[in-house]
C-alpha cells in the first residue's frame, strides 16, 4: 500500500479529536514492538558500507514519516549512512510517483542518468523509471515483501550477491 505516511493516515483515519495522542501512542508502539518485527540485516549493513566506502552517494526515499525512519536507522545502526533522505512527509505525492527521486537527486546533486534506483515494489520501480534513472529490482527479504514485481525494471538482482556482482562488474557505470 503506498499514500500518505503513518501519521498522515492517522490524521485521515482517527475518530478521536486528539490526533497528536494518537500519533504518539503509535510512535510508543512502534518503538517498543521494533525490534522483533525489524529484523537486522547484516549483508544490507554491509553492501551500504561497501557503497559508502566506494564513494557512492547514497539516498533513500521511503513512504515512512521521517520519525519513524529514525527510529528505524536508530535502532538498526544507520544513522548517517545516508547522504539524502526523502519521507513521506518531504512529498505532495507518494511513489509511484517520481516526486522523491527527483528530490533525493536534487539534495545528492546527481544526474538521472547517474542514478541508480533500487525497490522491492512495483510502486517503487515506476517511480524509478518515471524519473529516468536506472531502476534495479529486487527481492532480498522475502518475509517483508513476498509479492513479486509485475513490471519490468532495468535490472533484477535476487539476492544481495548478485546485485555486488552485478556492481563490481561496472554495470551499473557502464549502462
Known amino acids: 500500500m503506498f499514500g500518505p505516511s503513518e501519521t498522515g493516515i492517522i490524521h485521515e483515519n482517527l475518530v478521536h479529536p486528539d490526533k497528536a495522542q494518537g500519533i504518539e501512542i503509535y510512535y510508543e508502539e512502534y518503538l517498543k514492538h521494533h525490534k522483533e518485527l525489524v529484523k537486522h540485516n547484516e549483508e544490507i549493513v554491509q553492501l551500504l558500507g561497501l557503497l559508502k566506502e566506494a564513494g557512492t552517494k547514497l539516498g533513500i526515499v521511503t513512504g515512512k514519516a521521517s520519525r519513524s525512519l529514525q527510529i528505524s536507522f536508530d535502532m538498526l545502526g544507520l544513522d548517517g549512512i545516508f547522504d539524502a533522505t526523502i519521507t513521506g512527509d518531504d512529498v505532495i505525492e507518494p511513489k509511484p510517483s517520481p516526486e522523491g527521486l527527483n528530490k533525493a537527486l536534487a539534495k545528492l546533486d546527481v544526474s538521472h542518468a547517474e542514478a541508480m534506483f533500487i525497490g522491492d515494489s512495483d510502486a517503487d520501480i515506476l517511480a524509478g523509471l518515471q524519473a529516468k534513472v ?41 549502462g
Not at 517483508?144 to 546485485?163: N, Q
Open 134 to 174: 536506472f531502476t534495479v529490482g529486487v527481492h532480498w527479504l522475502p518475509d517483508y515483501t513476498p509479492v513479486k514485481l509485475t513490471c519490468r525494471p532495468d535490472h533484477f538482482a535476487e539476492s544481495i550477491r548478485d546485485f555486488m556482482d552485478f556492481y563490481q562488474n561496472g554495470s551499473l557505470r557502464n
